[in-house]
């Protein structure tokens, strides 16, 4: 049995668009998700490093999609726990770092630099596997890299190898 189906197509079109339009717009203000959370728009994570807004970001993986969050000002990024190396071995993630990594210098010299999640002051973290990457860590949320430093930290050479065992066998 086939039943007939009668679309209805309102009488002013425009009309029609313009109110989509409002009721999108009154969605996007009233919240943004962000991993499951919601946050409204007075809550939006701002940058550690230069207070500018962050924006999300998803990555798909092989493994599922990978939210991260980006500085709108310098383009440092965000990762919750897990998410870096999780990134890092997804060849999909090449272009997340977008931004200079000259920039992302500059910001090296920030301190007392707080998590963006619980404005807890976070700790200078050494790469074990790069001794010359540093970037700041929450012991309890994530990690801030400055631009630049997400592609660094996920083209590991050679001789970023030889340096970490050059240094381990100093200490030793």
């Known amino acids: 049995m086939i039943s007939s189906v009668r679309w209805h197509q309102p009488n002013n079109i425009a009309a029609y668009d313009s109110s989509l339009k409002q ?3 009154a969605v996007q203000l009233v919240s943004v998700s962000i991993r499951g959370q919601v946050f409204s728009k007075e809550n939006e994570m701002d940058c550690p490093k230069c207070n500018s807004a962050m924006f999300e970001r998803t990555v798909e993986t ?5 939210s ?3 500085c709108k000002g310098c383009h440092g990024l ?3 726990h897990g998410e870096a190396e999780q990134l890092k071995a997804s060849w999909m ?8 990594k000259g920039v992302g210098k500059t910001y090296d ?7 963006p999640r619980c404005q807890s002051p976070m700790v200078k973290v050494t790469d074990t596997k ?5 970037f700041e860590a929450c012991p309890s949320h994530g990690l801030f890299m400055d631009a630049g430093e997400f592609t660094d930290y996920k083209q590991e050479t050679l001789f970023d190898i030889f340096k970490a065992i050059a240094a381990r066998v100093r200490r030793t």
Do not use: A, K, M, T
């Not at 993630?93 to 200079?100: E, K, N, Q, T």
């Not at 010299?109 to 998590?115: A, G, L, M, Q």
């Open 23 to 25: 009721q999108i717009s």
């Open 78 to 80: 965000w990762f919750d």
């Open 109 to 115: 010299r920030v301190r007392n630099v707080p998590c």
């Open 62 to 66: 092989l493994q599922g999609p990978v």
């Open 68 to 70: 991260i969050d980006q």
């Open 130 to 134: 790069q001794p010359h990457l540093r």
């Open 93 to 100: 993630s090449d272009f997340v770092d977008s931004g200079d």
